[in-house]
């Protein structure tokens, strides 16, 4: 009898290259009838192309599903597939039991074919210019375009000098200004208050940040002491300098502010006729200060 081999009527019969998950299932006969693969201790599935032998790969006799309906399967994967490229190749199983070595097929080769994916071929390239390659070809063509008959002037647009409005709002973009209060610490109020809220008022332009307005100490100040009146919010800005400057309170006496770039404004100490004394809850201090931020 004919050894056969046959696909079952659901298997592929194609494969493309790069494809490592595709499966043929083949049928091992005699005269196509289903040759029993139950006592089978070895099968080898063979590849090879009109040059001769290529390749082969091992199938499990354990992994067959029914051995009784002589099918085997063969997973093209990647160790499979390396090295094959597109064209028609052969297929040969062989089977091997007690009895000996079987070849299916007997007569000749079963076929399939390994097809070439969309990457394997490169497409044509369209060809490109640049922008200005396609103007300088427009203004070449647009030359050789006979001229007709000049048209009547137009009417004259308007003058290119800017509206009042457009310079005030150049003006307003280039010094524009925030304003709002600060709040002191608890160490004092505004004065005629007794509330630490919003007691003094300020206006940034730029990076310069004017500070005004009248305190009092919440409870005395003792000689020399320096006490915080306030610490800039970082969303208005970022204390850029160290500075002390003179200031005066009500009596026509003197105090020292100060500030640095941690943020922190103080009261430094209280002077009477030159001589140093302790702040009251009494005396009002004026502040009027120019502090440079970032």
């Known amino acids: 009898m004919a050894k056969t081999l046959s696909f079952t009527d ?3 019969q194609t494969v493309k290259i790069g494809d490592t998950t595709t499966s043929f299932t083949l049928i091992c006969g005699n005269d196509n009838v289903a040759t029993n693969l139950t006592n089978a201790t070895s099968i080898t599935v063979k590849l090879g192309n009109t040059s001769g032998y290529l390749k082969s790969a091992k199938v499990d006799p354990a992994s067959l599903t029914d051995p009784t309906t002589g099918q085997v399967t063969v997973n093209f994967n990647a160790d499979l597939m390396t090295s094959l490229t597109a064209g028609s190749y052969a297929i040969e199983v062989w089977v091997v039991d007690s009895t000996g070595t079987s070849i299916y097929p007997s007569d000749g080769t079963t076929g399939f074919t390994i097809t070439n994916n969309i990457q394997s071929t490169n497409g044509t390239t369209i060809t490109t210019i640049t922008f200005d390659d396609f103007v300088a070809a427009m203004n070449k063509a647009a030359s050789t375009i006979a001229k007709g008959d000049k048209g009547d002037k137009g009417d004259t647009g308007p003058q290119g000098v800017m509206t009042n409005d457009q310079v005030n709002t150049l003006i307003d973009n280039k010094i524009k200004y925030t304003s709002g209060n600060l709040d002191v610490t ?23 940040l004017h500070v005004s307005g009248v305190v009092s100490p919440s409870a005395d100040l003792a000689i020399g002491s320096a006490t915080t009146l306030f610490n800039l919010p970082s969303l208005i800005g970022i204390i850029a300098e160290n500075v002390a400057v003179v200031q005066q309170s009500s009596g026509w006496n003197l105090y020292c502010l100060s500030w640095n770039p941690n943020g922190a404004v103080s009261v430094l100490k209280h002077n009477i006729a030159g001589t140093a004394t302790a702040i009251t809850t009494t005396t009002q201090l004026q502040v009027c200060a120019d502090i440079l931020i970032k």
């Open 10 to 12: 659901t298997s592929p």
């Open 186 to 208: 608890p160490a004092f109020y505004k004065a005629g208050t007794t509330s630490s809220t919003g007691a003094l008022n300020y206006v940034r332009t730029g990076n310069k």
